[in-house]
């Protein structure tokens, strides 16, 4: 969306500012055309990127974010599908359909790569995910705040009370109606490119709640990167697999949960694409 706003604007302008120069006239709007395009463009994006800093600078991540922001929701809407072109991905789609239209719920997905966030709040951007991530996010740049205005909740992952703490957090946001809450319940990035066994916890976010759990899989994100290096786009595939309703859970244990999910996403991605545990 910001990509195509910050494209027609410099068009539509460059095209104005030719017309105004008497450029269609000659063949001067052969070379003014472009230079003033880009120049355009150039300073738009850095006039966009420059209004961010400023209020992200503005932003205490020490202070409890107790609420959606609606403007940095709507910049990360600008901007995510901005970071998706950039990242040259092409993204094939399955089930999304499926996507519950009213109330809350808990995605669920397999872990690949940084750039799976951003596939998922761009096809699932009007549902005010939050995610539950890394501590060590916090530090990274634009997106360390961003996040914290989204309300996504970061946990260490090597202690368990504070993990206990970051499940109460979220249990809050859904029971308060302030966000969806989005986990990789791997718990870590599959360094290997296969899906690893879960950290069952996290599944009694949904269990304490009562939402639906919405369960997706990802596929090739983790040449991203790689790809991006050698100037080369990645076909990507995002599967929403089902959406499991809270009827469906009644008397399961958080590890009966987890169990069933991990189930279904072993079988989209196929024994190849899952850590074969020794017997």
């Given amino acids: 969306m910001l990509f195509g706003i910050i494209t027609g604007l410099a068009a539509a302008g460059s095209a104005a500012i030719c017309g105004c120069a ?3 006239e000659s063949l001067a709007w052969l070379w003014m055309l472009p230079v003033i395009f880009a120049g355009l463009w150039l300073a738009q994006t850095a006039a966009f990127f420059g209004v961010l800093l400023i209020a992200l600078s503005r932003v205490d991540q020490e202070v409890p974010q107790e609420e959606d922001s609606p403007f940095f ?3 990360a809407r600008l901007l995510v599908p901005f970071i ?5 991905l092409r993204v094939d789609t399955r089930g999304l359909e499926k996507t519950p239209k009213d109330g809350r719920f808990m ?3 397999n872990h690949l790569d940084d750039s799976d966030p951003v596939i ?4 699932f951007r009007n549902n005010q995910l939050a995610f539950i991530s890394k501590r060590e996010n916090k530090d990274m740049f634009i997106v360390g705040k961003l996040m914290h205005k989204l309300q996504c909740q970061l946990v260490n992952r090597e202690n368990d009370r504070e993990a206990l703490k970051c499940i109460l957090k979220c249990i809050e946001i859904l029971k ?4 969806s809450v989005a986990v990789f319940p791997e718990g870590y990035t599959s360094m290997d490119g296969l899906l690893h066994p879960f950290r069952s916890g996290v599944f009694k976010i949904a269990l304490k709640t009562g939402v639906p759990i919405v369960v997706c899989t990802l596929q090739n994100t983790q040449k991203v990167f790689k790809n991006i290096k050698h100037l080369k786009a990645t ?3 995002l599967h929403l697999l089902d959406v499991l309703q809270p009827e469906e859970l009644e008397g399961m244990t958080a590890v009966d949960v987890a169990n069933k999910v991990h189930a ?3 079988e989209d991605l196929g024994p190849e694409l899952v850590l074969q545990e020794n017997p």
């Fill in 22 to 24: 008497g450029a269609f």
């Fill in 73 to 75: 929701r709507t910049v």
């Fill in 84 to 88: 998706k072109t950039v990242l040259c």
């Fill in 107 to 109: 995605l669920v997905c």
């Fill in 120 to 123: 998922l709040l761009h096809y």
């Fill in 176 to 179: 308060n109606d302030r966000a």
């Fill in 235 to 237: 076909d990507v595939h």
């Fill in 264 to 266: 279904m996403m072993a």
